[in-house]
Nanobody, 125 residues
Framework: QVQLVESGGGLVQAGDSLSVSCAAS????????MGWFRQAPGKEREFVAA????????RYADSVKGRFTIARDNAENTVLLQMNSLKPEDTAVYYC??????????????????WGQGTQVTVSS
């Protein structure tokens, strides 16, 4: 089992950059494929980015491709989501997710077994 804690959210203006991170504790971090999802008020939780266990392979939602970057540090048990050129439509609670059953990257929220509590990202226009 793994525990996930997100941090780094906040209020920024459109065009700004922000990074959110996820710290994992518990089982060996490198066995987990990791992902970021987000949920805006009144909307379903949607895929943002994912990274394989080794970090060699990543996937992005079309809406963030070219603006967001996911990376992991297996020595530090963390996964980072760097967000550039933020838009008001990026406003949401951002969740970190993990699963050890697959190599990854995993793009469906139904494939993840573990979730963090989320961190709010608000982008003003």
């Amino acid at each position: 089992q793994v525990q996930l804690v997100e941090s780094g959210g906040g209020l920024v203006q459109a065009g700004d950059s922000l990074s959110v991170s996820c710290a994992a504790s518990g089982r060996t971090f490198s066995v987990y494929a990791m992902g970021w999802f987000r949920q805006a008020p009144g909307k379903e939780r949607e895929f943002v980015a994912a990274i394989s266990r080794t970090g060699r392979t990543t996937r992005y939602a079309d809406s963030v491709k070219g603006r967001f970057t996911i990376a992991r540090d297996n020595a530090e048990n963390t996964v980072l989501l760097q967000m550039n050129s933020l838009k008001p439509e990026d406003t949401a609670v951002y969740y970190c997710a993990a699963d050890s059953r697959w190599l990854g990257p995993l793009m469906s929220r139904h494939e993840y077994s573990y979730w963090g509590q989320g961190t709010q990202v608000t982008v003003s226009s």
